[in-house]
């Protein structure tokens, strides 16, 4: 077994002797069992995106109150299953991993963990430590560079310039460029003829 839990929810024809689809919860928990069990197809759209605890409420439900049909090694794994989870820290363990298979399964998940751990890293610098005054410019130079190149400068090697003309839309120059406001220019030559 790996050394992590794990729960899948599969919806295909597992039986032989049977010609419909059947729901297959599998669920593998370290040290404790590893076991599946096969459901109505109707339940795979209810299952699948639920977390791990209560998939296996489900399953418990289903098997206690419908009858399934299993052997002894089936039913000792259900037990042992069944057993660890009356535990809630092994039910919050469950729904860890549950949320741990989630963000490894998503990328906008991943990419928010990504975003986490950079503030936290970010946050840490600060954690038990006042910030001198050189580290805090430092830091407002760098977090200004970067508002700045989301407005529109340093695109090419241009950068954005404006003529304070409200009327006048902010364009794109390069930076040895000292040239003025191009509708300004248009104006005065409009006025000049």
């Known amino acids: ?6 729960v899948r929810i599969t919806l295909d024809s597992y039986d032989m002797a049977s010609t419909g689809r059947q729901t297959q919860v599998y669920v593998q928990i370290p040290e404790v069992a590893s076991a599946s069990w096969l459901l109505s197809s109707d339940l795979f759209h209810r299952l699948k995106d639920r977390p791990w605890p209560e998939v296996m409420d489900v399953v418990r439900d289903y098997v206690t109150y419908g009858g399934l049909a299993s052997n002894s090694s089936a039913t000792a794994a259900w037990a042992a299953v069944m057993e660890w989870l009356r535990d809630p820290a092994n039910r919050d363990e469950m729904q860890a991993a549950w949320e741990a298979d989630q963000e490894q399964r998503h990328p906008v998940a991943r ?8 503030l936290e890293a970010e946050l840490a610098k600060y954690v038990g430590h006042e910030p001198t005054v050189a580290e805090e410019m430092a830091y407002l130079k760098e977090r200004s560079a970067e508002l ?3 407005e529109l400068g340093a695109v090419n090697g241009r950068t954005s310039a404006s003529c304070g003309n409200p009327d006048h839309p902010t364009w794109l120059r390069k930076l040895d460029d000292k040239r003025g406001c191009p509708w300004c220019r248009i104006a005065e030559m409009g006025g000049a003829a």
């Open 111 to 118: 990419k928010l963990r990504a975003r986490v751990a950079e």
């Open 1 to 6: 077994m790996s050394d992590s839990i794990l």
């Open 148 to 150: 700045e190149a989301l």
